[in-house]
């Protein structure tokens, strides 16, 4: 939010104007305040003094007191090389902040406060996964949906892994099967070296990353311009266990993908029989593994193709006559009672 208003605000937490003195007291005294009383003071939002309610997106909450002198004691640690005149200021600005925090004490006596943070705004989801980037020590989990990672995907977050590799933090990133066919996947884990191990399924869950099973990442709106900072410790190890039996049916990113067992039908096809069986749609499957609608449509036509089907209906009873119309990891697979097509057998992908 570096946009309206920022230059009639020009401070930090540490010294608030008048205006913005008066909505924080507020929302720390009543416990949140509407959304228009920040609308004259963007500073709030932009120091993260206050966040929006995850329960009603139309009212601001505020970052307790004790937090914002944490994260003013961080940033003072650095200062005090370049400046001790800034120490004075500080200082009276924690005393400040502490004295409003007896007031929060029955508000945070729980510490269901920062369980669950809307983080609003790319620059401060990026703030906060530095932060707990640099408070990571032992391991970073993550789930990357879509399909052939972007360069410039893989090259966002790159200082934030190479900091990590720098500490010995172990790496494990589940990605759909697609993103084998990346070059741009293959020249970072090369970079990574053993810091990271990578593995790969049909389909995964939307984008997760948890640092050191303690906090957690997800989405908050479908164009990711929103996320949620979970630390409840209850829901950080609920989306653990979900990790941990997706990476057991994955299969490591150097290991080939299994055989269908039916000559002229790819893995590929086989997940796309299986969701087709389930009456997905095109989007919809296309999404799920990754891939472009056309490309999945491509997929379906050769399907047909191999299988003799002349329509979609015929497609679906040839499917179950093939034992395609449930997943590869449970379907018993069995050779097709139907002529082999003219085209020749392509490959896992």
């Keep these: 939010m570096a946009g309206h ?79 001790q005149l800034r120490v004075g200021s500080a200082v009276a600005a924690f005393e400040w902040y502490a004295g409003l925090g007896r007031q929060l004490q029955a508000l945070s006596a729980s510490g269901e406060g920062t369980a669950i943070r ?3 705004g790319l620059s401060r989801i990026q703030a906060a996964m530095d932060e707990a980037t640099a408070a990571c020590t032992a391991e970073v989990l993550t789930v990357q949906p879509g399909g052939i990672r972007r360069e410039d995907e893989l090259t966002e977050g790159l200082h934030r892994a190479l900091a990590l590799r720098g500490r010995g933090v172990r790496m494990r990133d589940l990605y759909t099967h697609v993103a084998r066919h990346g070059q741009g996947l293959l020249n970072y884990l090369e970079l990574m070296g053993g ?13 997760l990353i948890l640092f050191d099973r303690t906090v957690a990442f997800i989405p908050a709106n479908s164009e990711r311009t929103m996320a949620l900072e979970l630390r409840h410790p209850a829901l950080v190890e609920y989306l653990v266990t979900v990790f941990e039996r997706l990476w057991r049916l994955a299969l490591p990113l150097t290991a080939p993908l299994p055989d269908t067992g039916i000559e002229g039908i790819s893995h590929r096809e086989r997940s796309i029989a299986a969701l087709l069986a389930e009456g997905h749609q095109d989007a919809v499957i296309a999404e799920r593994l990754g891939i472009s609608v056309r490309t999945c449509r491509g997929h379906i036509a050769r399907l047909s193709e191999t299988l003799g089907a002349a329509s979609r ?19 018993h697979v069995a050779a097709p009672a139907v002529g082999r097509s003219g085209r020749e057998a392509r490959s896992a992908l």
Aim: glycine letters at 6%; proline letters at 9%.
């Design 5 to 83: 208003g920022t230059e009639d605000h020009p401070h930090g937490a540490d010294r608030l104007c008048e205006a913005g003195d008066r909505v924080y007291s507020r929302a720390v005294r009543r416990g949140r305040v509407p959304r228009t009383d920040a609308e004259p003071v963007p500073c709030l939002l932009e120091l993260a003094l206050l966040h929006p309610d995850p329960d009603d997106m139309d009212w601001l909450v505020p970052t307790s007191p004790q937090e914002v002198m944490t994260r003013l004691l961080r940033g003072v640690h650095d200062e005090v090389r370049e400046s």
């Design 118 to 120: 809307v983080l609003d």
């Design 195 to 207: 810091a990271v191990e990578a593995r790969t399924l049909d389909e995964v869950i939307d984008r």
């Design 313 to 331: 209906t015929q497609l679906g009873v040839r499917l179950a006559q093939a034992g395609l119309d449930r997943p590869p990891q449970a379907a």
